[in-house]
């Protein structure tokens, strides 16, 4: 997929990429049921982890090297809360808005930016807590 046909048209307004997210279904904003249940397993797999990583820690008398691996993965599990709790309910609200208004030809709505800057976010979000994970997984990896 080329960068061009991904990230719209360079002189696309930025309300107008909301629109075709809805009309392609892009996303797990389309499918609300899967991405609750992906964002609840995501959630309770990032405590499991931070519960076990502050066991770790407390049994080992807390050496230092373990804190980067504890804090990256409390930043994995607050990314993921934050898009679940609070990002995701917004951005359905805001497609909702999108659905029931209808700007002139061409223009672009409040909702139609509102949408956008919540997807972006939620993109933002995923990529942060998939990156936290991962420098986790290495925090731990080079400890041993």
Same mark, same amino acid.
């Given at each position: 997929?080329?960068?061009?046909?991904?990230?719209?048209?360079?002189?696309?307004?930025? !309300?107008?990429?909301?629109?075709? +997210? #809805? /009309?392609?279904?892009?996303? $797990? =904003?389309? &499918?609300? @049921? *899967? %991405?609750?249940?992906?964002?609840?397993?995501?959630? !309770?797999?990032?405590?499991?982890? +931070? #519960? /076990?990583?502050?066991?770790? $820690? =407390?049994? &080992?008398? @807390? *050496? %230092?090297?373990?804190?980067?691996?504890?804090?990256?993965?409390?930043?994995?599990?607050?990314?993921?809360?934050?898009?679940?709790?609070?990002?995701?309910?917004?951005?359905? %609200?805001?497609?909702?808005?999108?659905?029931?208004?209808?700007?002139?030809?061409?223009?672009?709505?409040?909702?139609?930016?509102?949408?956008?800057?919540?997807?972006?976010?939620?993109?933002?979000?995923?990529?942060?807590?998939?990156?936290?994970?991962?420098?986790?997984?290495?925090?731990?990896?080079?400890?041993?």
């Amino acid at each position: 997929m080329s960068a061009r046909r991904r990230y719209g048209k360079p002189d696309e307004a930025p !309300g107008r990429r909301g629109d075709r +997210l #809805l /009309a392609r279904g892009d996303g $797990l =904003l389309r &499918r609300g @049921g *899967r %991405a609750r249940r992906d964002y609840a397993i995501g959630a !309770g797999l990032g405590s499991l982890a +931070l #519960l /076990a990583l502050l066991a770790r $820690l =407390l049994l &080992r008398d @807390g *050496r %230092a090297g373990g804190w980067l691996s504890l804090l990256l993965v409390a930043v994995m599990l607050a990314s993921t809360l934050y898009a679940w709790l609070v990002v995701l309910p917004a951005a359905h %609200a805001a497609r909702e808005a999108l659905g029931q208004s209808a700007p002139a030809a061409g223009a672009v709505s409040t909702e139609s930016l509102a949408f956008t800057r919540l997807h972006r976010l939620s993109s933002l979000l995923n990529g942060v807590s998939m990156v936290a994970g991962v420098l986790g997984l290495v925090a731990v990896g080079i400890r041993r």
